[in-house]
């Protein structure tokens, strides 16, 4: 059964920093692309950063670049979200998702709640 389970989520001021992980069960994790995810209340899902199996490169959403890291240890099946600077309008439930790179089977984590506010 694949499990995916975010922690590191909190309430913290605007300019401080949170480092989110993704711990991974149940799977291959260096079979799988992974990425982050964050929702804010009444928005759609957007997607904040991704990295592929290989890790040898990554993507974010502009909103991020330049203040969001993402990073994958493959020995400790975890996916990892650095942010710094952060910002009132970063406030999101923040998931992590993980698609296997033959099948495209996707699983998602449930959540886990970022909160920057003063």
């Known amino acids: 059964q694949v499990q995916l389970v975010e922690s590191g989520g909190g309430l913290v001021q605007p300019g401080g920093s949170l480092r989110l992980s993704c711990a991974a069960s149940?799977?291959?994790?260096?079979?799988?692309?992974m990425s982050w995810y964050r929702q804010a209340p009444g928005k759609e899902r957007e997607l904040v950063a991704a990295?592929?199996?290989?890790?040898?490169?990554?993507n974010y959403a502009d909103s991020v670049k330049g203040r969001f890291t993402i990073s994958r240890d493959n020995a400790k099946n975890t996916v990892y979200l650095q942010m710094n600077s952060l910002k009132p309008e970063d406030t999101a439930v923040y998931y992590c998702?993980?698609?296997?790179?033959?099948?495209?089977?996707?699983?998602w984590g449930q959540g886990t709640q970022v909160t920057v506010s003063s």
């Open positions: 998702k993980a698609v296997q790179v033959l099948n495209w089977n996707t699983y």
């Open positions: 990295m592929p199996y290989g890790g040898a490169s990554t």
């Open positions: 149940g799977l291959t994790f260096s079979n799988y692309a």
